[in-house]
């Protein structure tokens, strides 16, 4: 079975500080992909960045970078330069190589203060 | 473009009662996905189509739930006898295919069941 998990229910950080959400997996594929989205109060799902497995290099989106380490099943989101409209609720999610559907983890609430 | 777009945005039923929730994709998407995200967790995932069929429906709780896309466009989700716990916003999601990796996700309906 595919699990993910993200451990810290509720981050905080400061306008224009960086922040790390952590998230961890299990899966018994060797391809798959693992993805970070942006929820707002809105509900609207948000891609935020993507990792193929495959890629040693880690995936950059501007201010949005990640810490993929396959053999420690880890990919964290990094968020730098912080702005009020970062402010939501972030999830890790992981898909398998053969497969449409996307495993959830249960989410992390960023607040960035001003 | 239009994105992908769901009704109602909210629904208020009895215990017992039979719901319809409507997705419609964005054109030319031929793969659509349903979640179910219950508050404050990661959304979960019920079923997807690629086309008309369903290519994974291994997430439907029971057969109370069931879905459909008998056009390949627009799909509907259906929840017969329904129960308190099938309360929770309802995601639907498109991709140009079950191989494209970004998910295109719409508002959600959430559905009260009093």
């Known amino acids: 079975a595919q699990t993910v998990t993200q451990s810290q229910p509720e981050m905080s950080v400061q306008e224009a500080e960086t922040v790390t959400l952590s998230c961890t997996y299990d899966?018994?594929?060797?391809?798959?992909?693992l993805f970070w989205y942006k929820q707002p109060p809105s509900r609207q799902m948000i891609l935020v960045i993507r990792?193929?497995?495959?890629?040693?290099q880690n995936a950059t989106e501007n201010r949005f970078s990640v810490n993929f380490q396959k053999a420690a099943k880890s990919f964290s989101l990094k968020i730098s330069d912080s702005q009020l409209g970062d402010t939501a609720m972030y999830f890790c999610?992981?898909?398998?190589?053969?497969?449409?559907?996307?495993?959830f983890g249960q989410g992390t609430t960023l607040q960035v203060k001003p | 473009g239009a994105g992908v777009s769901q009704t109602p945005s909210n629904k208020v039923t009895e215990k017992g009662k039979y719901v319809e929730l409507r997705c419609d994709p964005i054109?030319?998407?031929?793969?659509l996905y349903w979640y179910r995200q219950s508050l404050g967790q990661g959304p979960e995932f019920l079923i997807y189509?690629?086309?008309?069929?369903?290519?994974?429906d291994s997430g439907l709780p029971n057969d109370r739930f069931f879905a459909v896309r008998p056009e390949g466009s627009v799909s509907t989700l259906k929840i017969q006898r329904t129960e308190r716990g099938d309360s929770a916003v309802y995601l639907c999601?498109?991709?140009?295919?079950?191989?494209?990796?970004?998910?295109?996700f719409g508002p959600g309906t959430r559905l009260t069941v009093t």
């Open positions: 999610a992981l898909q398998g190589a053969n497969t449409g559907k996307l495993i």
């Open positions: 999601a498109s991709s140009p295919s079950d191989r494209t990796y970004e998910q295109y």
């Open positions: 990792q193929e497995a495959y890629k040693q």
């Open positions: 899966t018994s594929e060797n391809n798959y992909y």
């Open positions: 054109s030319g998407h031929t793969a």
């Open positions: 189509f690629q086309g008309t069929g369903a290519a994974d």
